[in-house]
């Protein structure tokens, strides 16, 4: 991002402003769209929405109950991300 700046002999420059680029990618970064690391697997995106909002199940526990009753996905995540 650029600004007009004037010179000591009245003529004008174009600057680069750090600040004003940051700005700009920042506020342009924020409208992009964020991919999940879940994907398009909506069939471990229904379990885990029904078990949060029906059962009450914390994020350890639905991983933890993926795993012992070997329930398969396409995709996994982990505790953390979920």
Known sequence: MSLAHEKTDWSEEEKCRADAAQADYAAKASHRE??????????LEDHIREKINLEKYSPDAIIGEIKTKGLEFEGMICTRTL
Not at 37 to 43: A, L, Y
């Open 34 to 43: 964020r991919s999940l690391k879940i994907g398009k697997d909506h069939k």
